[in-house]
RNA sequence: GGACUGGUAGCUCAAUUGGUUAGAGCAUCUGCCUGUCACGCAGAAGGUUGCGGGUUCAAGUCCCGUCCAGUCCGCCA
């Protein structure tokens, strides 16, 4: 197969190529037809003369059929010329043209979706991928993918995958559970964060650790949330939490540098809010300092730190408002039982972009002593301590070295660097609302010899569509 | 779990105060057209107005219930 990409048609007039596509659209005058055929990189014109083998082939294509046309690339005329498609100089005088899959009626047209019900769109999402703009999307996300990498690895960063299968967290958002065949009656957790394996790695010595890597939480879902999201996950030895800054700082700066330069920031340097100037001058923790909300390529970045350690739970007892392990700052770890417990300082910090929380991140205990009190203030058991986090304390009687870390939420900061107001855009294969995808139809049933091996049996739920 | 908005042709929408046979654009099909580029023109086909019940001479429209979607609140260490 000698297939010529229609980028790289302009400069082979007078040659004879074969292009392979889908038909974009088609234009039947009677006696001359022209079709237009899109690869992954854009558009050609083809034109089709009567006297062709072929004519009534393409008069009868449908649009979004897969075909191959061989032919001449000719120059156009200058007034004909499409300044608007990628081979705009030439077309292609069609010699054979053939149908290679025939495309049926669509359930809806490519040219604009904007309007298109979001769950239509999903239950055909590999239609929906053929937008300019989707493919616009994934294609930015495979270019952040690879300078994230590139921009950690050149800063000492290793890559390292962390098990999807793991453990139930006793805290935080609602776990996906995987049932155990082999051990009746247990069940492994897919992980909320990484969070746990990422501290073991700083133990284990790595120093430098960064993943780009699937969360799961089984929470109500938002525009800005899926039940499961990827983050750009990053942990440190012997650092602070301006080290962390920084590095988390410029990364994000020079990503939006290389793939979005149509992009600038209204706020430089990059401001940094506590947490209690944020509330009190914007009553929320992530504010939105744009000047023009409606200009698309306007930037405020800022950062929000030393957020509270503590929060009041509906009960009125105190929970951790991140995660039990994060630092408390220094002048607070001495006495902070006897101190108003909503006045506790935590060394933590988020990153965000025109009122999106887009990364957020703390320095970590890495004093067993002082966990052990932060857990007895958040009143747990020493038995349940050592059910939850015995793993994790034991391993810090190893020798711990200071770290922290952060993680970047991956689907928002492109959501709102490719524009978009909602996080499936720039997910490939998303959710809806309430945790279904139309297009592989899941969750479904199980048969029961499946249920039986994991142990499990069900209640009768109604059922949902 | 709660609030709000919506559900009418394949897609996007319209339908006045409850009143004739529920309309339009695009897509589809048929015909015409040799330079268009989202081609154009003429025509055809396409409807259980989400579903169930109620009020009324008459319901897409009002009422009750229900299902679904989106957004927000709760929730999201």
């Not at 979004?64 to 010329?81: A, C, D, F, H, Y």
């Not at 790695?201 to 499961?228: C, H, S, T, W």
């Not at 887009?358 to 002593?369: K, L, M, N």
Request: hydrophobic residues 35%; proline residues 5%; charged residues 30%.
């Amino acid at each position: 197969m000698n297939r010529v990409l229609t980028k790289n048609l302009n400069g082979l007039v007078g040659e004879k190529v074969t292009v392979f596509g889908w038909v974009n659209s088609k234009r039947n005058h009677g006696k001359i037809t022209f079709l237009d055929i899109r690869d992954r990189y854009g558009i050609v014109q083809v034109v089709i003369l009567p006297g062709n083998n072929d004519y009534e082939k393409a008069e009868k294509v449908s649009i979004e059929s897969v075909v191959s046309v061989t032919g001449e690339v000719v120059k156009r005329p200058e007034n004909l010329v499409n300044k608007n498609i990628i081979s705009g100089d030439v077309e292609i005088q069609s010699e054979k043209l053939e149908v290679i899959s025939p495309c049926d009626k669509l359930p809806f047209e490519l040219d604009d979706t904007s309007g298109v019900l979001e769950e239509t769109r999903l239950k055909y999402r590999y239609l929906d991928l053929r937008t300019k703009r989707m493919k616009q999307n994934l294609i930015n996300r495979h270019k952040s993918n690879q300078f994230i990498r590139n921009y950690l690895s050149k800063k000492g960063y290793l890559e390292i995958e962390t098990p999807l299968l793991t453990k139930s967290t006793p805290e935080g958002a609602r776990d996906f559970l995987v049932p155990s065949r082999n051990q009746a009656g247990m069940f492994y957790a897919l992980p909320q964060s990484p969070q746990q394996y990422k501290q073991l790695l700083q133990i284990a010595g790595i120093e430098k650790y960064f993943q780009i890597v699937r969360n799961f939480r089984d929470e109500d879902q938002r525009g800005d949330r899926q039940p499961e999201f990827t983050q750009v996950d990053i942990e440190a030895s012997f650092v602070d939490e301006k080290n962390i800054i920084k590095l988390t700082e410029n990364l994000v700066l020079e990503l939006i540098k290389t793939i979005y330069p149509e992009k600038y920031l209204t706020l430089t340097p990059i401001p940094r809010l506590t947490h209690k100037e944020a509330m009190e001058k914007y009553q929320t923790d992530r504010p939105d300092l744009r000047k023009n909300k409606n200009d698309k390529n306007e930037l405020a970045i800022c950062w929000v730190v030393d957020f509270p350690m503590f929060e009041k739970k509906e009960d009125g007892s105190f929970g951790p408002s991140h995660h039990p392990f994060t630092a408390i700052k220094k002048e607070f770890v001495e006495d902070f039982e006897k101190q108003d417990p909503e006045k506790v300082i935590a060394q933590q910090y988020d990153l965000v972009i025109n009122g999106n929380e887009v990364a957020g991140g703390s320095i970590r205990t890495h004093d067993v002593a002082v966990l052990k009190r932060v857990f007895e203030f958040l009143d747990h058991s020493q038995a349940d301590i050592e059910e939850k986090f015995g793993h994790l304390l034991k391993a810090f009687k190893f020798g711990v070295p200071p770290h922290g870390g952060i993680a970047i939420g991956y689907d928002r900061l492109l959501m709102v660097l490719n524009n978009e107001n909602n996080i499936r855009e720039v997910i490939p294969f998303p959710k809806t609302g309430d945790g279904r995808d139309p297009l592989m139809d899941s969750p479904c049933r199980v048969d029961k010899k499946q249920l039986d091996e994991l142990h499990i049996t069900t209640q009768d739920r109604k059922r949902k569509k």
